[in-house]
């Protein structure tokens, strides 16, 4: 026994807290380990787990006892490093197709790709993040259908994510769910179907309960898709729920002539988009609203309770925004 251990011990004292380490995760073997899941495995809270350049393929699971561990991308160039699956939804579930399973608190992840490559046809999800106080940044998210899910808790319990200087891609409502979501100065990225209907960015599901759902701010919205044949967002009353009142705002961000006028917002499963709670607030390009009827807009005296702070606080005060 290490003889200031033994001291403590005979004092009653805790032991001292071990100290916070780096797991280096290499695909060519150069590492500790060859596999992320691996290095979760003895990560602890505090850990950083950094990630060499290469292609990491298959799921990746942070369950919630994994909380406060960061995955780092070691080159900081979020195309350096993969982590690829194919999975679609279908028998396996929204959780058991994503790329990347989140359910732990208080992780970080960076300077990574996480792409789920099944492409049309059925859900595939790159990223569900099911965990409180979650920070991504110069991630690239990437699918084609429900893309990146939050998900978790109503009222108290709803989860928080935080996205920054991020890049996201999908077709068909590709970002969605119920948790305060926030991205912030990222670059949102239809797909062209090469459709009159090139699909939707959101569908939340937010509850009536809570007040914040998903904020898109400071942030470019661009498609190579015709003009006017994406949507916003649609209204998704998760499994039936009457109470999931969805709630979106777009402000301060540069919207592609891809966006529709007419339709920017539109109905789901029976239920009309004016069941849902979505607005804009001081947006530019060629999609922002042009006085269409139904584009509403969000009030400045009320825009101020609706910023990135404001949705992330809860209860404990969160605040991990960039200036």
Not at 120 to 133: E, K, N, V
Not at 134 to 149: A, E, I, M, P, S
Not at 152 to 174: C, H, L, M, P, W
Request: hydrophobic content about 40%; glycine content about 12%.
């Amino acid at each position: 026994m290490r003889p200031l251990l033994a001291v403590l011990l005979l004092l009653g004292s805790p032991s001292p807290a071990l100290a916070a380490t780096t797991i280096t995760v290499a695909a060519d073997g150069s590492g500790n380990y060859t596999t992320i899941q691996a290095a979760l495995a003895v990560a602890a809270a505090g850990d950083t787990i950094s990630v060499k350049a290469g292609t990491y393929r298959g799921q990746v699971s942070i369950p919630a006892s994994k909380a406060g561990i960061t995955i780092k991308g070691a080159t900081g160039t979020a195309t350096d490093i993969v982590i690829t699956g194919n999975t679609p939804q279908g028998s396996s579930g929204a959780s058991g197709s994503a790329t990347v399973l989140n359910l732990a608190a208080n992780t970080t992840i960076t300077g990574v790709t996480i792409a789920n490559t099944y492409g049309s046809g059925i859900q595939a999800l790159a990223l569900y993040a099911g965990g409180d106080r979650q920070v991504y940044r110069n991630v690239r998210l990437l699918g084609y259908q429900d893309t990146f899910l939050s998900w978790g808790g109503t009222g108290s319990k709803q989860v928080r994510q935080y996205v920054y200087k991020s890049y996201i891609e999908g077709a068909v409502d590709f970002i969605y769910g119920n948790g305060a979501l926030v991205i912030d100065s990222s670059t949102i990225r239809s797909l062209d179907r090469g459709s009159s209907n090139n699909g939707y960015i959101t569908a939340a599901a937010t509850n009536a309960s809570n007040a914040y759902g998903i904020l898109i701010t400071r942030s470019t919205l661009s498609s190579s898709a015709a003009s006017q044949t994406v949507a916003l967002g649609r209204c998704w009353h998760a499994g039936g729920a009457a109470d999931a009142i969805g709630q979106v705002l777009v402000r301060d961000s540069a919207l592609g002539g891809h966006i529709r006028q007419a339709g920017a917002w539109q109905d789901m499963s029976g239920f009309s988009w004016k069941t849902c709670r979505f607005t804009e607030y001081h947006n530019s390009g060629a999609g922002a609203t042009q006085g269409t009827s139904d584009r509403p807009q969000m009030s400045a005296s009320t825009a101020a309770n609706y910023t990135p702070q404001r949705y992330l606080a809860g209860a404990d005060g969160w605040n991990p925004v960039q200036p």
